[in-house]
């Protein structure tokens, strides 16, 4: 069977309109660095700084609105591979993970590289044994694939169930990492920028769905890039003559590595299953940025990464960007810059944190404290950093930080302008308009596919878009009201939303793909056992009753689900013959996308007997 391609699909004018939106992101940063030294409000400028991009993002879904359900659920299959990896990647991370991520690494320093491993790992997971048959099978969402891949209604309805949980969390964590970084920009209330979020987030959506979620998703992540790469460049170009800082901070770190043992930082070995990440409260600097295993044990280390990864690889809000790409060759090309986006990305954030911690030790580490620069006096006084002891000379022992505010000092301990500062704010603020979004249309449409009209198999065209408007409306409103109550940790939720997501699908995914005897039952079982184990590790880690963290409960929950699976599909019945074939035709790359021939096949039924 030839393979067949789409690639006439794709607009060739996506380059021009990206390229038109980045110059003018450039030219509202240059417009404002004017703006300020011309000596306008600052209170016009942060404003302009978070209002502009956001009504950017605005245009962009209003005017990717569609009607039709192959483009409202699926972006009409012809969004290219670059493109969806850089969205992909973005969305992986989020503003969650970028801000909380380069605060464990200028923190706990390399043990917090067992994010950042599981995060690539992933990817790599779903490259090889998730996304290219989801994207030959076709279906819109997760749930929808497990319900025709098994045959069975209540399968799809249980998977959209255990499912909905981790997304409502990681949804939850980026709006309020979003809100964080909002309500710095701009001065107003967490509460009020919550819902303007919110509000923004609505017209972005509603009206093309994913169509609108793949073209808002890539100007965002366009512009978290410019936000995090161009202050970093300019300080390492400052700091080692290379705007490379991926490529050339190893004499930093090593030069660090010597302040740090002439100021007596403890070498510790933490226990095996040890995990003591900082959370958002001021943090003392008590470790060797580049000692291994100080804060996270060695196993602990081993386990979080499978963790994350086997969380990425079964994210029901991340999978569903594979039935965009064109075909299956564009899938495995779509994951593919995904790992080399999140590399780029992670990397990155491990440089500041590098270039903050050595700015730290060379003009703080050893001066008295009314010596200290101004840049680390205005730390102090915004909260975000705080020195404890009233030594003669400051140590770095005795200095705290913010961990979600390691991204944002950099340029205020370079000096730059409030601008950049603000253009960092503002590359928070999008990541956290993507990662929500992501999530957000996943739950939306998986309600309406899987929970409204999960007991037919083919809605009516025009009441299946306007039922999914209207989950996507309540579910944008319900988390942002979540958002607003729940006062936890955006890192946590994110972790939690990972172990729950590896838990609850993972195995039952790479199951559906790999073994041809699973069933229906034993897919419910498995999604159901894998769901309850985790809460339950979750719940005893949190309480300190399991010594096992709650971060780590897909450590149980995996095994959970695919021991489930396998035990209950033995015990049930052999599939259906036409199943099987389903299954043998999912694994070729090449001929019709299979959820479109079923689609096609139904409307010519409808029109012959009527």
């Known amino acids: 069977?030839?393979?067949?391609?789409?690639?006439?699909?794709?607009?060739?004018?996506?380059?021009?309109?990206?390229?038109?939106?980045?110059?003018t992101m450039a030219a509202l940063v240059l417009v404002l660095l004017v703006l300020e030294q011309l000596g306008v409000s600052d209170a016009i400028v942060r404003t302009a700084m978070l209002i502009v991009p956001i009504a950017v993002y605005i245009v962009i879904g209003v005017a990717a609105a569609s009607k039709d359900p192959g483009e409202f659920f699926a972006a009409g299959r012809r969004v290219p591979a670059g493109y969806t990896g850089l969205v992909m990647a973005c969305s992986a991370i989020g503003a969650t993970g970028l801000v909380g991520m380069t605060g464990l690494f200028f923190i706990n320093g390399f043990d917090a590289w067992c994010i950042a491993i599981g995060i690539w790992a992933g990817f790599v997971i779903m490259a090889l044994l998730i996304a290219p048959y989801l994207r030959k099978h076709g279906a819109y969402t997760v749930p929808s694939y497990l319900g025709r891949r098994l045959d069975n209604r209540f399968a799809r309805?249980?998977?959209?169930?255990?499912?909905?949980?981790p997304m409502v969390l990681v949804a939850v964590a980026e709006l309020k990492m979003g809100a964080y970084a909002a309500a710095w920009l701009s001065g107003w209330s967490t509460m009020l920028v919550t819902q303007l979020l919110v509000l923004a987030l609505l017209p972005m959506l509603v009206m093309g769905g994913v169509r609108s979620l793949s073209w808002t998703n890539a100007g965002q992540a366009i512009v978290v890039l410019i936000a995090l790469l161009i202050p970093v460049g300019i300080v390492a170009a400052l700091e080692t003559n290379l705007p490379l800082p991926q490529l050339s901070l190893g004499p930093v770190l090593r030069g660090i590595g010597r302040l740090e043992a002439m100021q007596g930082l403890p070498v510790p070995i933490a226990p095996s299953l040890g995990l003591d990440l900082a959370g958002q409260q001021l943090e003392r600097i008590a470790y060797r940025i580049a000692q291994p295993y100080t804060t996270v044990g060695p196993v602990a280390f081993i386990l979080m990464i499978l963790t994350v990864a086997f969380g990425i690889a079964g994210a029901p809000w991340l999978l569903p960007r594979a039935v965009c790409a064109p075909g299956v060759y564009d899938t495995r090309k779509s994951v593919a810059w995904a790992i080399v986006f999140s590399g780029l990305i992670l990397i990155t954030a491990a440089s500041v944190a590098v270039l903050l911690r050595d700015l730290l030790m060379d003009q703080v580490v050893g001066r008295a404290p009314q010596e200290a620069p101004a840049w680390f006096r205005q730390l102090v006084e915004m909260?975000?950093?705080?020195?404890?002891?009233?030594?003669?000379?400051?140590?770095?022992?005795?200095?705290?930080?913010?961990?979600?505010?390691?991204?944002?000092?950099?340029?205020?301990?370079?000096?730059?302008?409030?601008?950049?500062?603000?253009?960092?704010?503002?590359?928070?603020?999008?990541?956290?308009?993507?990662?929500?979004?992501?999530?957000?249309?996943?739950?939306?449409?998986?309600?309406?596919?899987?929970?409204?009209?999960?007991?037919?198999?083919?809605?009516?065209?025009?009441?299946?878009?306007?039922?999914?408007?209207?989950t996507l409306s309540a579910v944008a409103v319900l988390v942002g009201w979540i958002a607003m109550l729940v006062p936890a940790d955006p890192l946590d939720l994110m972790l939690w939303g990972l172990a729950l997501s590896a838990s609850a699908g993972?195995?039952?995914?790479?199951?559906?793909?790999?073994?041809?005897?699973?069933?229906?039952?034993?897919?419910c079982v498995g999604m159901v056992a894998g769901f309850v184990t985790a809460i339950l590790a979750i719940t005893a880690g949190e309480a300190a009753l399991l010594g096992l963290p709650g971060v780590l409960a897909a450590v149980l929950g995996v095994p959970a689900g695919f021991a489930g699976a396998v035990i209950a599909t033995r015990l049930g019945g052999v599939p259906d013959r036409h199943v099987l074939a389903l299954l043998r035709d999912m694994r070729l790359p090449?001929?019709?996308?299979?959820?479109?021939?079923?689609?096609?096949?139904?409307?010519?039924?409808q029109q012959r007997s009527g």
Do not use: C, H
């Open 1 to 23: 069977m030839a393979i067949t391609t789409q690639r006439r699909l794709v607009n060739p004018m996506l380059g021009i309109y990206f390229g038109i939106f980045t110059s």
């Open 157 to 165: 309805v249980t998977a959209s169930a255990v499912m909905l949980v």
């Open 383 to 470: 909260g975000i950093a705080g020195v404890q002891g009233a030594d003669d000379r400051l140590k770095v022992s005795s200095i705290g930080f913010k961990r979600d505010a390691a991204l944002l000092a950099l340029p205020i301990a370079a000096g730059f302008s409030a601008v950049v500062v603000y253009m960092a704010l503002a590359g928070v603020v999008a990541a956290a308009l993507l990662g929500a979004s992501a999530a957000i249309v996943g739950i939306g449409n998986m309600l309406a596919e899987d929970g409204v009209a999960g007991l037919v198999w083919s809605p009516a065209a025009g009441m299946r878009v306007t039922v999914a408007r209207l």
């Open 506 to 523: 993972f195995p039952v995914i790479v199951l559906s793909v790999l073994w041809k005897r699973l069933n229906a039952f034993g897919a």
């Open 590 to 605: 090449g001929g019709e996308t299979l959820y479109d021939r079923e689609e096609r096949l139904q409307r010519f039924k």
